[in-house]
């Protein structure tokens, strides 16, 4: 079993930043593809970006590409997240899957095995 913790979470005004982080409590996350998805009130899980086991290979949703930033540090995933606007809000989670190959397969959910509890992203306008 691993459980997943996110951090970094809090209120920006739009245009700022955070730094969103994902770790494992007792197993390194090394060993898996990670993804970070989000959900607004009233609103489905959505799709952010995922990062490949070896870390070489990453992958983003249109709405997030050049603010967002998915990497490995040293056993946790960060998503560094930029330019922030209020259709970001959200809470966000990681996820750790066993999958291999084509990452456009870990924009589904049912792909990935572990979730964290997940960290409130609020932007104001």
């Known amino acids: 079993q691993v459980q997943l913790v996110e951090s970094g979470g809090g209120k920006v005004q739009a245009g700022g930043s955070l730094r969103l982080s994902c770790a494992a409590s007792?197993?390194?996350?090394?060993?898996?593809?990670v993804g970070w998805f989000r959900q607004a009130p009233g609103k489905e899980r959505e799709f952010v970006a995922a990062?490949?086991?070896?870390?070489?290979s990453t992958y983003y949703v249109d709405s997030v590409k050049g603010r967002f930033t998915i990497s490995r540090d040293n056993a946790k995933v960060l998503l560094q997240v930029n330019s922030l606007k209020p259709e970001d809000t959200a809470v966000y989670y990681c996820?750790?899957?066993?999958?291999?190959?084509?990452?456009?397969?870990?924009?589904?959910?049912?792909?990935?095995?572990?979730w964290g509890q997940g960290t409130q992203v609020t932007v104001s306008s």
């Open positions: 996820a750790a899957s066993g999958v291999v190959g084509d990452l456009a397969v870990l924009k589904f959910t049912s792909n990935y095995a572990y």
């Open positions: 007792a197993r390194t996350l090394n060993n898996y593809a």
């Open positions: 990062i490949s086991l070896g870390g070489g």
